[in-house]
């Protein structure tokens, strides 16, 4: 029978993780996290909530990115997170940070997965992560009551809600594993309509999933029931159960699958026979497959959400700089009638003081309301009276008189002489013009913000925020690290935990151990495999790395004492009633001091060429490189933080700034800060972009501990 495939491209995009797809999710998560631990809880910042899960199992760490409107998988991409955690993360961390992954499945074959987690006190929890209906995050105790969920709901049969029992959701359609040929048989042949949405509907597999089924067994999707024979019927009950066999063998075969332009439009745990029109980039687990489809999307996001963040941070101080003007210009205003108006006083000075005599004695002596002496004042205006020309109105309650000097109008106080009066108004012209002298500093700050703001708005808008995942971590980049001039690798502890790994899992023969007798001091080896000969400048570029990440760096010290010993003379074992605290050791012999080393360090970028299409996922217009056939192909890097001895990185040709310790100095935080600013204004346009995704983590990672200052900008 011809079959037909008339899908396009458009059409199928995928948007979103099927519940086959989540089946495999779960087997493949299940397979790396179980029996290890969630070390931490974040939310990526993008447009709506999306949970980041550290974890730490078996192979290493690992980011669980789970996003309940789209998927949930592994990745290996680096997202930003908010500095302030919400509500509900912070609450999250507070009942599941720490606690072991004992399993991960799936419920029945919907879209839910289950996080079953344990505890030091035994409690067996469940996180429970719904990827339907606008998505739900539940943890229930161990008599599943709910203890917290993102969303609190009342169903027409199940309710979420603190302290209630937490019921699963009825399940929709049959599970496929689990189905017979006669009970498929009776299913379908009671339904009436096209194959295809019986199939999706009665099964749960979804639309494509269906038509593949039908495609598989060679029958039409839009074929009606009714006209199915019974053959047809067994053709499509043995189409089930190639996918089922998949779904149960767990022989999956993970692709991404393009368009006719080479973009990403789907992902698949096996292949679909349906898309055989297209082309498929095939990789090694389906976690990765959603990894890499979805990040290309989270790139975009962030990038808009970045550019929507500047306009409103732009918008804002222009609000001000127009409200700043505004003040100015009332305060100007104010001050200008206030002059005019003491200048006035002086003028008519004879005036108003008869006029303020003449009120005031009415008032007192005659004992008249203030209505009658107005009426008096009318009348003397209309006489001619010299100071009731000048006579306009009385306010009782602020005992004060409004007066008319050659057209403008203004108050004066009854209580005070004309003088003061004036005294009072150019008082108020001094403070108008202390205000605008201020508001102008204000407003000028205001302009050189909203320019820096306007030129950070390009930069926003021209760089695209490029999601990067990480190389592969090397077995020394655990350590402190850095090549030396000679091409020597040299490894360094973090802390005593390292320093016994250093000694016990990493010394070689042929290796040169470096320590100091300054306490928290780092073990450094200049490792020599190959037993060559080690050059001086090695062994002094050592002594500096070591001194560098040793307790005299926090203390501000200019230099430090440090020696180097052979490892047959290094050992763990302490003089009889001695006690060897953990990262301490003991040497015999001869020890070999260096000149003390000068306390200074570089910390530098390194760029890592990434080629392959897998490890990035978005193109950089300005970057580009040439293959052997002479194609261009797009060019990406990774920022590696690196730190070593100047000579080190200047002769790898590597972008660095160099610090020095000093206790009235910078912390390590707002350092980082600045190293990046100053890096990033350093390096060549085209790797300005990939010099801005440098993690400031990595950044306080790689700075030694303590107060320090840049003394040279490479």
Request: contains cysteine; glycine residues 4%; positive net charge.
């Amino acid at each position: 029978m011809s079959r037909s495939n008339n899908l396009d491209s458009h059409s199928s995009f995928k948007k979103e993780i099927s519940n086959i797809d989540l089946s495999i999710l779960a087997y493949e998560l299940n397979e790396i996290l179980c029996q290890g631990f969630i070390t931490n809880v974040y939310e990526i910042e993008i447009e709506r909530r999306v949970l980041l899960l550290k974890c730490r199992s078996k192979s290493g760490p690992q980011k669980l990115i789970i996003d309940t409107s789209q998927r949930i998988n592994l990745t290996q991409f680096d997202y930003p997170v908010p500095k302030f955690p919400s509500q509900f993360i912070m609450s999250l961390r507070k009942f599941i940070k720490g606690r072991r992954i004992t399993k991960i499945s799936q419920y029945n074959l919907d879209r839910i997965l289950i996080f079953e987690l344990g505890s030091k006190d035994g409690e067996p929890w469940k996180f429970i992560i719904e990827f339907f209906g606008g998505g739900n995050f539940i943890l229930v105790n161990d008599t599943n009551q709910v203890i917290i969920a993102e969303h609190y709901k009342k169903y027409r049969n199940r309710e979420i809600l603190p302290k209630h029992e937490y019921n699963y959701p009825k399940s929709r359609g049959i599970d496929i594993n689990n189905l017979h040929e006669e009970q498929f048989q009776e299913i379908v042949k009671k339904k009436s309509g096209q194959i295809v949405r019986i199939l999706a509907r009665e099964f749960n597999i979804g639309g494509y999933l269906a038509e593949e089924i039908c495609y598989r067994a060679e029958i039409k999707k839009d074929k009606e029931i009714s006209q199915l024979s019974d053959s047809d019927f067994n053709l499509l009950y043995k189409s089930i159960l190639e996918i089922s066999s998949i779904l149960e063998n767990h022989t999956f075969n993970p692709q991404l699958i393009k368009d006719f332009e080479g973009k990403n439009i789907r992902f698949e745990p096996f292949e679909l026979k349906i898309f055989s029109h297209l082309t498929f980039q095939p990789v090694k687990t389906f976690n990765e497959a959603v990894d890499l489809f979805f990040s290309s999307i989270d790139s975009k996001l962030i990038y808009s959400g970045d550019v929507e963040k500047s306009k409103v941070k732009l918008s804002k101080t222009e609000k001000i700089f127009v409200q700043q003007q505004k003040k100015i210009e009332e305060s100007a205003e104010i001050r200008k009638k206030s002059l005019e108006y003491g200048h006035l006083i002086f003028q008519y000075v004879t005036q108003i003081d008869n006029l303020i005599s003449t009120i005031m004695r009415q008032k007192r002596e005659k004992n008249n309301s203030w209505e009658e002496i107005h009426q008096k004042l009318l009348q003397g205006k209309k006489m001619g009276i010299p100071e009731c020309q000048i006579y306009e109105q009385i306010f009782p309650q602020e005992v004060k008189l409004q007066i008319n000097l050659e057209g403008h109008q203004f108050k004066l106080d009854l209580k005070k002489s004309a003088i003061e009066n004036a005294n009072e108004i150019y008082n108020k012209a001094k403070k108008a013009k202390k205000k605008i002298i201020g508001a102008q500093k204000a407003l000028e700050k205001t302009k050189k913000q909203i320019e820096q703001q306007k030129e950070e708005h390009k930069v926003v808008e021209s760089q695209k925020k490029l999601l990067v995942k990480r190389p592969k971590q090397k077995w020394y980049e655990k350590f402190r690290w850095f090549i030396s001039s000679d091409d020597f690798l040299i490894i360094g502890g973090r802390d005593a935990s390292s320093n016994e790994k250093i000694f016990r899992s990493h010394m070689n023969k042929n290796d040169l151990f470096f320590h100091t007798d300054v306490r928290g001091a780092s073990v450094c080896l200049i490792k020599n495999d190959d037993n060559r000969k080690i050059p001086e400048t090695t062994i002094k570029e050592t002594g500096q790395f070591a001194a560098c990440y040793s307790s005299a760096w926090k203390q501000g010290w200019g230099n430090a004492d440090i020696y180097y010993v052979f490892p047959d003379q290094v050992s763990k074992t302490p003089k009889s009633g001695e006690y060897l605290k953990k990262g301490s050791f003991v040497i015999t012999g001869r020890k070999n001091f260096l000149e003390k080393p000068f306390l200074e360090i570089t910390i530098g970028v390194n760029f890592i060429p990434i080629k392959s299409e897998e490890d990035f996922n978005e193109i950089s217009e300005s970057s580009h490189v040439t293959n052997q056939k002479g194609e261009e192909q797009a060019l990406q890097y990774f920022p590696q933080v690196v730190s070593g001895p100047e000579s080190a990185l200047k002769r790898k040709g590597i972008h660095y700034v160099k610090i020095r310790p000093d206790k009235s100095g910078k912390k390590v935080s707002d350092l980082a800060k600045e190293i990046r600013s100053i890096l990033v204004s350093k390096v060549e346009e085209n790797l300005k972009p990939w010099m801005r995704l440098t993690s400031l983590n990595d950044l306080i990672r790689t700075i030694p501990p303590g107060n320090a200052v840049i003394v040279n900008k490479n």
